[in-house]
């Protein structure tokens, strides 16, 4: 088996060595010895060792009351500082004879092979300068890090890398290694897991943290690279206003199931990234009239700035001024509501405009190296984030914008909008859509429900079209979803076109995606309001719980292939926006190679897709992990774009539709028909203590009830704890096991080679079931689950072997992921510390569920830390 790296391994062991120290400082050598012993024992079980396994056993059963807290920390610390030490291997500096990383190259070596393949160079250019890559940052509660956390990991990171360089001398190591026992010490004594959930606007700032802290670093060197790489391969460079990635955001937008977010809340959040925007050109600005102090310009410029000895800081002053006006107003209007003031900056433009005034002016001077460097950093930014930071989108359920107009029609006596069928909803939105005058009368009184869903059409009415991004409607089923948000919105005063996007997320509203905008397109008007392309959001997470991720991932690209058709037809532009969560379970997956399985067509030069949770911090928090993560996003999409994965077959498709019927039969005959699943779940799982943990400003559920009820987050959250993963490949153990007794194996072999759809399928159900562990899954039950309800952990655990067994069946392989022993060696690195933490949450669960404890008792700490830190092991939550 092929070995983690010697630097990798030495930094995981002197971060352990270090909190190790800190460890005993706080709880002396004893305490440290039983967490030795701990780790010994776990690492000699999973060998096999029936001596380990008995030493891990008698070393957990000796644990005091006061010292189950401490444990479990000690074991989700070592785990975080092992997601550290990986973070940063991936991005370490590299020795001369090292290769770089893949997503250093990938785009070079893909616009090679464009050539190759016949593709002008200068088409080339233009195609990556008109990529439309939007990235939507969501607020979903998986983040279980505190951010204080967080900002002390990102500064570890940072000592790690201090300490890649070959020429540092005794000293230099040392002090580098206090300041890491320093920073781990500081951790260590840092509360893991918040007190109270955080508001929708302390999420959005968590949010723009990113951005600041990382991305706006990250994207200007992705262009710089990018251009690099354009020009070397076809010596053309972007333009200057080539935005090919943008971020956008749900944070504070997102009120779908989620009473805390209103529309002031919204106004709020929109005031908050205007006022970071400023702040953060603020600092660019700063930085450009320290460093354009030269006395040549153009006559362009000296126009604007009239005689001066520095005239590009008299533009650049003025700039300045005009910036710290507009943060001023946006911190004040938060509280006051005050209008804007004439020197606020109103649009990109007059952001840009002086920037480029000086750009152009010292490349006509002859100093182009100079207007090269911070100030074309500067102009992508402004390109990218612009004024307002992040695109906001606004996401409703249907039934609210449903509810609001039945209260409309009731009170004006029209009759029940609810009660309608769809032929008499469409001629009614569309009358009123035609018609000039209002329908709602300055006194009409609305319930308070229906009062916010029209206070928030007036706030996105009110707020600068730049500033907003589309209006998603979630549980989307017809075109008169699309039309009741239109009217809606005219009636709040909207007077521009806004994107409004259904969002199909069940089996059956995936299956009726195509119809629904086929009828949509259709309709007399509404391609004149359109404005721009179709968006559709596909939903991945919620498909996926209804359906079991065999047959949602067909319905997905079955309702992709249909949109592109119809789209075609209809002569519009299709952008699809994909749903995808940061699991297996909820449609995540590696980005480069989901993007590259979709289906023929769908990426036409735009995606857009949702990055959520704990992810954003593992792709984005660190600027060289998001430049990686951001390189992969623009190469895949123009490999996409430009050489799309061949249609399927007929026979794969034939086989395709049998794999999801057998799976969807067998993954609701037990989450949907079998009589005692709910009250398994939530006997063998932490689903009841989720709610407790204080992650996001969302409620877990929707309503009460059973499965159906929960969000697709906690749905998956609890089953990844147990080590289960259910909701990942329940399904597909039926579907392949019948497909190879039939015989199918070959051209499953077959689809597996040629078809990158089924392959990266296949690809995340291997990698998913690697990280599940039935022998821990066990443990769960014997302790708490109810004696009747056992054989059912019987079975889904047997089940879990039919589904191993297949794949190892169709992949020829020995065991799981034997094609990655480096993947398998660093699963078992973790395991080591993951063991101890899933036999801890196993007593804590069993002690909390006997008696009544209060959330802030030592026992319900160490519960809510061992999910934090089984959550970190495995890498995902939700």
Not at 444 to 459: D, G
């Amino acid at each position: 088996m092929a070995k983690i790296d010697a630097r990798l391994r030495e930094n995981v062991h002197l971060l352990g060595e270090l909190l190790g120290d800190t460890i005993r400082a706080q709880h002396g050598n004893a305490f440290f010895e039983k967490i030795e012993r701990i780790r010994k024992g776990a690492k000699a079980a999973r060998r096999g060792s029936a001596e380990g396994a008995k030493q891990l056993e008698e070393t957990l059963d000796g644990l005091t009351d006061d010292e189950l807290l401490p444990m479990t920390r000690a074991f989700n610390h070592f785990l975080n500082l092992a997601n550290i030490a990986e973070q940063h291997h991936r991005v370490r500096r590299r020795r001369p004879e090292e290769s770089p990383p893949f997503e250093t190259g990938v785009l070079a070596g893909l616009l090679e092979r464009l050539k190759s393949e016949g593709f002008d160079q200068a088409f080339l250019a233009r195609e990556v300068a008109q990529l439309q890559i939007e990235l939507v940052l969501t607020a979903h509660p998986t983040e279980v890090s505190r951010r204080t956390l967080i900002q002390k990991y990102d500064a570890i990171a940072a000592q790690l890398a201090a300490r890649d360089h070959s020429d540092l001398g005794a000293d230099e190591l040392a002090g580098i290694e206090l300041r890491l026992q320093r920073l781990i010490a500081e951790a260590w004594h840092t509360e893991e897991i918040r007190r109270i959930r955080p508001t929708p606007v302390e999420e959005a700032k968590w949010g723009f943290a990113v951005i600041e802290n990382s991305l706006w670093q990250a994207l200007p060197n992705v262009l710089r690279h990018t251009d690099t790489v354009l020009a070397r391969s076809s010596g053309l460079h972007l333009p200057l206003d080539a935005a090919p990635i943008r971020f956008a955001s749900w944070m504070g937008g997102d009120r779908d199931g989620n009473p805390n977010v209103t529309a002031a809340v919204t106004r709020e959040v929109l005031l908050l990234a205007r006022g970071m925007a400023a702040d953060l050109f603020l600092r660019d600005v700063e930085g450009l009239i320290t460093a354009l102090s030269m006395q040549t310009a153009s006559a362009e410029l000296l126009q604007h700035s009239g005689e001066s000895a520095e005239p590009y800081r008299v533009l650049l002053k003025d700039l300045r001024e005009r910036l710290q006006a507009t943060r001023e107003w946006a911190s004040s209007a938060r509280e006051q509501g005050i209008p804007e003031p004439a020197t606020v900056l109103r649009n990109n433009r007059e952001l840009r405009q002086p920037l480029e005034l000086c750009y152009r002016s010292l490349h006509a001077c002859g100093m182009g190296v100079i207007a090269d460097g911070a100030l074309l950093d500067t102009l992508r930014r402004a390109a990218a984030f612009g004024l307002f930071l992040v695109r906001l989108d606004i996401r409703q359920d249907s039934a609210r914008h449903s509810v609001a107009l039945t209260e409309i029609t009731d009170y004006l006596g029209l009759g029940q909008y609810a009660q309608w069928d769809e032929g008499q909803r469409l001629d009614f939105l569309q009358r009123e859509l035609d018609s000039r005058r209002p329908l709602l009368p300055p006194h009409f009184q609305p319930s308070a429900e229906t009062a916010e869903v029209l206070a928030t059409c007036r706030v996105a009415a009110q707020a600068a079209e730049e500033s907003l991004g589309s209006y998603v409607i979630s549980m989307a089923r017809q075109a008169s979803d699309v039309l009741a948000v239109q009217l809606l919105l005219k009636e709040s005063g909207l007077q521009r076109s806004m994107r409004v996007v259904p969002l199909f997320e069940t089996l059956d509203d995936l299956n009726n995606a195509g119809p629904s905008i086929e009828r949509l397109l259709g309709l007399p008007g509404y391609r004149e309001r359109l404005n721009g392309p179709q968006e559709v959001m596909i939903g991945y997470s919620d498909s996926a719980k209804d359906a079991g991720t065999t047959a949602a991932a067909w319905a997905q690209y079955r309702a992709q292939e249909s949109l592109v058709e119809i789209c075609r037809a209809h002569e519009v532009e299709l952008l699809l926006f994909h749903g995808r969560g940061g699991t297996v379970g909820r449609g995540g997956g590696p980005a480069h190679a989901a993007i590259l399985s979709q289906p023929p067509g769908s990426v036409a030069g735009r995606f857009r897709t949702t990055e959520q949770g704990e992810m954003i911090r593992f792709k984005f928090g660190l600027p060289d992990i998001a430049e990686q993560n951001l390189n992969l996003y623009l190469a895949a999409v123009l490999e996409a774009t430009l050489l799309p994965p061949p249609m399927p077959e007929p026979d794969w498709r034939e086989l395709m539709e049998q794999l999801a019927g057998e799976g969807v039969e067998a993954y609701r005959g037990v989450v949907r028909d079998h009589p005692g699943f709910v009250e398994y779940f939530r006997q063998a799982t932490p689903e009841q203590e989720l709610g407790r943990l204080p992650l996001g400003s969302r409620p877990s559920k929707r309503r009460e009830g059973g499965v159906e009820s929960l969000r697709a987050i906690p749905w998956i959250f609890a089953w990844t704890q147990t080590r289960l993963m259910l909701p990942a490949w329940l399904g597909w153990e039926r579907a392949l096991q019948v497909a190879l007794e039939r015989g199918e194996g070959d051209r499953l072999r077959t689809m597996r080679q040629r078809w990158p759809f089924f392959s990266t399928r296949i690809d995340m159900l291997e990698m998913v079931l690697a990280k599940t562990d039935a022998e821990i899954a066990r443990r769960y039950d014997e302790r708490l689950v109810a004696e009747p309800l056992q054989s059912l952990g019987d079975d889904l655990r047997d089940r879990l072997s039919q589904a191993v067994d297949a794949v190892l069946g169709l992949t020829e392989q020995s065991e799981l992921l034997a094609h990655s022993p480096e993947t398998l060696e660093a699963f078992s690195l973790r395991n080591t510390y993951l063991d101890p933490l899933h036999l801890m949450q196993i007593e804590l669960l069993a002690r909390s569920r006997q008696q009544e404890t209060p959330a802030d008792s030592p026992l319900e700490q160490a519960l809510l830390v061992s999910v934090a830190g089984i959550a970190a092991g495995l890498r995902n939550t939700g």
